[in-house]
Structures are given as structure tokens and as C-alpha cells.
């Protein structure tokens, strides 16, 4: 049961679509002091589940994070906020229920931060609605909650398929370069990513025409070759006179505005941009059809980035810090100056300040920013979305964005942002996983192999036999850091092993996952939600359940050769060196050491259950459906769900093939 509590005038997010009658009685579960602000107490052991794109556990207890879209390449235990504000929790314990806190500016949840058994919930205006849900389990609270926010977006299955992306290919050349190395080294691949280099001078909707004479061909030659080229597109828009983005956004007001009115001016990767106003639906049209230029020639995926939308500087923050800083620097630069000069400069981008400074026009009236943040980046993939859907009317495209907001699980999936080459950013993925997938986010995944810093050929392994389970599959690296393509490795082919069972296990996650986008479940789950009596699954943060029938424990400690695995119930443990090199053991329910060497993939599979593998092919559009075999307890069925992998509503195709 879903009761809705409205308090001041909240801004309408579109993140629940259902329509809910208001409740006119007091919000259970919380105090609240009519300022925007709600107080539960916790029982020691209640767990706190939820906020999606979070730091920290599974279990949320113990740290106080902040709802604010923000371009924070330091994803760290300090850290309290990331690209995305999921304000959904699930409280489980003596009282069990679940809270959406809608509302899109800045809201803190301090949860047993402040005081170790007080939830405290603060948003910083007392304008929002509060969704309060009751249900008989997790699951079910989950459940009930995606029906009102709407059936979770569904890419094209070659988005399924290993992607290649670095921030650093710079022409034709380089990409040619990455597909014909895979392709000797025998590695299947999908997709090939365009950073921001392929534009002209890193304006949307343009390409350089030195560094990519031809995109169109490239584009067609690389689809025979079964790879999709996929481009970034950023949320600011260059200021350029002649550009024509730039041109009309200016003429028809497309941009957001300041105080007085003028187009508001931050800078980021080219320099200084306007930020189209996605919260008007004028300017959400026009931005839209501008994919048509990169899909005239041939695209049919793009990410949206920078679209918290991430802000380098503002002139005039520049203006007053290099002034200070000359004060500061011209004396005798103590230890108070120093600090004060450092935090000035650190403090320059996504300064909060700045985002106080400019406005939407929304219906004919002024909004300011801030108070309404975190629909920026979700409301730029709607524009893309919506536009896609008139343009190319008869498929998907693919779309994944950095920033989100509830409600953009409708319009594409969501990447964890810039991660780095840590071991423990491996399990920070794989937390954030149940989160995301309970606020609908279920097309995701992380920079397989870490953004950020210089990665290694054992961590790259560990974290293939991670991220292979994820939707999305996509190696990216940052400019300046160690290559980190499969090639570039000494041992290529305990990688392209790792990949080629990725594509054995295609029809599976596929299958699993149009299982829970249809069925409003979740396809990544703590092991606690399907074992909600047992005690050890609650304590259990590193292993998750991947659909109905595969357990992951990956390893994501440096130089361990294995690890300790809960079984809540006896399972099969499948341990794979190949794609067609597999070992079984059943092992009872109770904690047990498991080893797996470093080419060792090893997963689970629960009791009576069986999964269905293929040959692995070189693409996804090889992908023979009549190779499937089932892997797992003899006599199981496993029930397989297809269809043609491209049309927007997959119940036109869709079949649902029984398996023994
Ligand atoms: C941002 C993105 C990253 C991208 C870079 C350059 O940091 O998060 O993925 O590579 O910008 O476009």
C-alpha cells in the first residue's frame, strides 16, 4: 500500500507517473518539524536499504549522504554525494517500509551519522512529497514502488555486447586501430565509444572533420564488422559565433538564464558554454532532434555526460578567487592563507553557489536552479529519449546517462560515473547494484578496469569477473592513464576468456533482465531480500543475487587467490577457466573458503536451478540461440525470455521458450 503526503508546494519531478490520491493524515514512521525536515528512530538492527548511486554499504546505516547531482571524480568513504539523487530507502526491522522523498534540490539523509539509532531526513526547502510504502517483504515494497515510477528502460540487445571506450582516441585512425586488434586478439566486442574528441572543438553535434573525414563510412564500416559506434554528447553548449546549436539556442531562449535575464555562462570541457534549459519542453524538442545529425549517419547509441550538470568555473567565481588569491599570495602566505588559497581553487567547480545563480523558465515562471538540481541530467536524456522515439520510430537506441534523477530510469540507463583503478571500487559498483536497480535503474554498470589512475593486469581480470554479470559491459579509461584495452595486456587470453563466457551468459542476463524491467523486479538483489529470516544474509555485503538462479561472490582484494562465501542454501558452484572448460561442485548451505586463482571465474548457482549458456560469438548478432546448452542441477527447467531485440515495446516479439 503507497500513501502520498504532500508538504508546502512541491515542484512536480515527474518521477511517479501513477497518479496517487494525497493522504491527508500524519506521515507515519517520522517526526517532522514542518521545516523540511524527518526524524525515525532505528532499532539496532534495522537495516537501511536504498539511494542508489551511493558510497559506502549495502546497508546504508552509519553515514550521512546528500541527494545533489554532482561531478565528483572521488568516489571515497567521505564522499556524500554522487552524479545521482535516489531518495528511496527501505527501512527492515521491528517497523518495515519503504520512503521516496520526492524532491529536487538538495536533501541530506543522516542516517545514524549525527546519532547512531536517528534517521534524520532533510530537504532544504519543506516543498516535497513523501511516498510512504507498506508491503509484506523488500521485494514486494520494491515492486509496488516501480509501478508508480514507470517500466525502467530497455536498450537494443547489442547493448548487451563488451564495449571499448577510452578517453583518448582521437581520430579514425585510433578507433580502426581498437577493432582490428580485438578482432586478431579474438575478443568479441560490440561497441567502440566516442569520447569528446571526435567533435570539433568539443561542440555538441559536430564532428572534426580532420580527425574524422568520413564518420559516416566509419560508422558503416565498423557495423559490418558487427560494431556500433557510440558518441558522448555533453550538456553545455559552446558560446561560438556561426555555431548553429550555439545560434538557435541563443535566438529561441533555449538556455538558462541569470537573475537579469541574460543566457547564463559556466565553462567545462569547451571552454565557456550556455546550458540548454531541459526543463522546458521547447528547449527539451529542439536539443533532441539534434541527435538526428549523428544518426543521419548511421549512430543508434549515445552517453549523455556532464549533466549535473558539472560546471569547471563561473567567470566571475574565476574573477573574485584570482583576486583573493593575489592577496593572499602576496604577503608572507601562512598557514591560514594557504589553505584559504587551496579550498578557493579546489572550491571552483560545482561550487553550490553557482548553481544559485541561474534559472528555468518553467511555464512562463522563473525557477531557480538549485531548487530543482537534480532533474538537469535526467531531463536531458528525456529530451534525447523523446525525440529518439519520433526520429527512429521502429527501434531502440541505446542511451545512458551520468547524472540521474528517479523517472530518468525511463529514458536510458545510468553509467557509476568516474570511478578509478582501485580494488575496492570493484565492490563499490557492486553495492551501489541493488540500490540503483530498487529506484529502477537496471541497465547499468560501471568503468570496467576504472577510470581514473593506472590500472593493472590483475585487477582488469578481477573486475571482468565482475562486471561481465553487469547489463552494461564497458572498459573506459581517462586520458593520461595506462592503456588499459584487453590487448594491452601480457596474458590476452585469460581476458578474451573472461569475455567470450560474458557472451555465454548473454540470453541469460538478458533474459534475466527483461524479467525484471517487465516485472517491476530487481535483476541484482542482496542476498538478504531472497532470505529475509536469515541473519548471515543480512550481514552479507559482497555477494548478490543476478536473476533467479546466479549468485556472484567476486574477488575484489589484491593478490587473494579465493575468499569466503555465504550460502544461505547448498548451491552449485561453477568454476570456469573457458567458456567450455567448467568445473561443478554442489556445496551445503554455511560459510565456506572458496579459491579461485586469478583465471578463474566462479559463480553460483542456487539449488534446482539450471542456466542457460551459449557458444560465444564475436557480436551479439551472432549470438546462435540454438547453441544453448543448461548449465546446473539435472532435471531443472529454466525459463528463457526473448525477443527480437530491437523494437521499442519488446511484448510485440517477445517469447517466453521453456528450457530442460
Ligand atoms: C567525464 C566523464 C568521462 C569522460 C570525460 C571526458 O569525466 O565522466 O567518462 O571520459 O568526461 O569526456
Redesign the pocket.
Same mark, same amino acid.
Given at each position: 500500500m503507497i500513501k502520498k503526503y504532500i508538504f508546502g508546494n512541491p515542484f512536480p519531478t515527474d518521477a511517479v507517473i501513477k497518479d496517487i490520491e494525497k493522504s491527508e493524515g500524519k506521515l507515519p514512521y517520522f517526526e517532522t518539524d514542518g521545516k523540511g525536515s524527518f526524524t525515525c528512530e532505528l532499532s539496532e538492527n534495522d537495516v537501511v536499504y536504498g539511494l542508489g548511486e551511493q558510497v559506502r554499504g549495502i546497508n546504508k546505516r552509519g553515514w550521512e549522504y546528500i541527494g545533489w547531482n554532482y #561531478?565528483n571524480?572521488n568516489h571515497q568513504e567521505d564522499t556524500r554525494s554522487l552524479y545521482g539523487a535516489h531518495n528511496f530507502i527501505i527501512v527492515q526491522g521491528e517497523k518495515t517500509f519503504g520512503a521516496f522523498f520526492d524532491y529536487a534540490g538538495k536533501i541530506v539523509f543522516d542516517i545514524g551519522y549525527t546519532k547512531r539509532n536517528i534517521m534524520n531526513i532533510r530537504a532544504d526547502k519543506n516543498d516535497l512529497a513523501v511516498y510512504i510504502i507498506d508491503g509484506e517483504s523488500e521485494k514486494d515494497i520494491v515492486k509496488q514502488f516501480r509501478q508508480i515510477i514507470g517500466r525502467s528502460y530497455i536498450p537494443p540487445f547489442w547493448a548487451f555486447g563488451y564495449g571499448q571506450s577510452r !578517453?583518448g582516441y582521437k581520430n579514425e585512425k585510433d578507433i580502426k586501430e581498437v577493432a582490428e586488434k580485438y578482432k586478431s586478439a579474438g575478443i568479441p566486442l560490440d561497441s567502440i565509444y566516442l569520447?569528446?574528441d571526435y567533435m570539433e572543438r568539443y561542440k555538441d553535434f559536430t564532428v572534426d572533420k580532420e580527425r574524422f573525414p568520413d564518420l559516416e563510412k566509419l560508422v558503416r564500416d565498423m557495423k559490418n564488422d558487427g560494431i556500433h559506434l557510440v558518441p558522448?554528447i555533453?550538456a553545455g553548449v559552446r558560446i561560438e559565433e556561426g555555431y548553429d546549436v550555439y545560434e538557435e539556442g541563443v535566438e529561441n531562449n533555449y538556455f538558462c538564464k541569470n537573475a537579469d535575464g541574460e543566457n547564463f555562462v559556466g565553462a567545462v !570541457?569547451p571552454g565557456r558554454v550556455h546550458f540548454p534549459d531541459f526543463l522546458n519542453p521547447k528547449t527539451r524538442e529542439w536539443f533532441g532532434e539534434k541527435y538526428s545529425v549523428l544518426t543521419k549517419l548511421g549512430i543508434d547509441g549515445f552517453w549523455n /555526460?556532464?549533466n549535473e550538470p558539472a560546471i569547471f568555473y563561473t567567470e566571475d567565481r574565476l574573477a573574485e578567487t584570482l583576486e583573493k588569491i593575489e592577496e593572499l599570495t602576496s604577503g608572507n602566505m601562512g598557514i591560514d592563507e594557504y589553505f584559504t588559497f587551496t579550498g578557493m581553487v579546489a572550491g571552483l567547480n560545482g561550487n553550490k553557489g553557482d548553481y544559485d545563480k541561474f534559472y528555468h523558465n518553467v511555464d512562463g515562471k522563473m525557477i531557480k536552479h538549485s531548487d530543482v538540481h537534480n532533474l538537469y541530467g535526467m531531463n536531458m536524456t528525456r529530451s534525447a529519449f523523446e525525440a529518439l522515439q519520433k526520429i527512429e520510430p521502429e527501434k531502440r537506441t541505446l542511451f545512458f546517462s551520468?547524472s540521474s534523477y528517479i523517472g530518468a530510469h525511463r529514458y536510458g540507463g545510468i553509467w557509476q560515473? /568516474?570511478n578509478k583503478s582501485w580494488w575496492s571500487h570493484i565492490l563499490q559498483s557492486m553495492q551501489q547494484l541493488p540500490a540503483l536497480n530498487m529506484s529502477g535503474f537496471i541497465f547499468t554498470g560501471c #568503468?570496467t578496469g576504472g577510470?581514473g589512475n593506472d590500472t593493472t593486469e590483475d585487477l582488469m581480470l578481477r573486475w571482468l569477473q565482475y562486471s561481465l554479470f553487469t547489463p552494461l559491459f564497458r572498459n573506459?579509461s581517462?586520458?593520461g592513464t595506462r592503456e588499459q584495452e584487453l590487448y594491452q595486456f601480457d596474458n590476452v587470453s585469460s581476458t578474451a576468456e573472461m569475455i567470450k563466457i560474458r557472451y555465454s551468459l548473454i540470453p541469460y542476463l538478458y533474459s534475466e533482465f527483461l524479467k525484471a524491467v517487465l516485472n517491476d523486479e530487481m535483476m541484482f538483489r542482496p542476498i538478504a531480500f531472497d532470505f529475509p529470516d536469515d541473519k548471515n544474509s543480512q550481514q552479507t555485503e559482497d555477494q548478490l543475487f543476478v536473476g533467479n538462479e546466479i549468485m556472484i561472490a567476486p574477488v575484489y582484494r589484491q593478490n587473494a587467490l579465493g575468499r569466503y562465501v555465504y550460502l544461505p542454501e547448498e548451491m552449485m558452484l561453477v568454476r570456469m577457466r573457458k567458456y567450455n572448460d567448467f568445473e561443478t561442485e554442489i556445496l551445503p548451505a554455511g560459510h565456506h573458503y572458496v579459491n579461485a586463482g586469478l583465471d578463474e571465474l566462479v559463480f553460483f548457482i542456487r539449488k534446482g536451478k539450471a542456466v542457460p549458456m551459449c557458444e560465444p560469438a564475436e557480436n551479439t548478432a551472432n549470438i546462435d540461440f540454438n547453441s544453448i546448452k543448461l548449465v546446473g542441477y539435472s532435471d531443472s527447467r529454466y525459463e528463457l525470455y526473448k525477443d527480437n531485440g530491437i523494437s521499442p515495446n519488446p511484448e510485440e516479439s517477445l517469447e517466453i521458450i521453456s528450457l530442460s
Open positions: #561531478d571524480p !578517453w569520447d569528446i558522448i555533453d !570541457w /555526460d556532464m551520468r560515473g /568516474d #568503468d577510470f573506459h581517462a586520458d
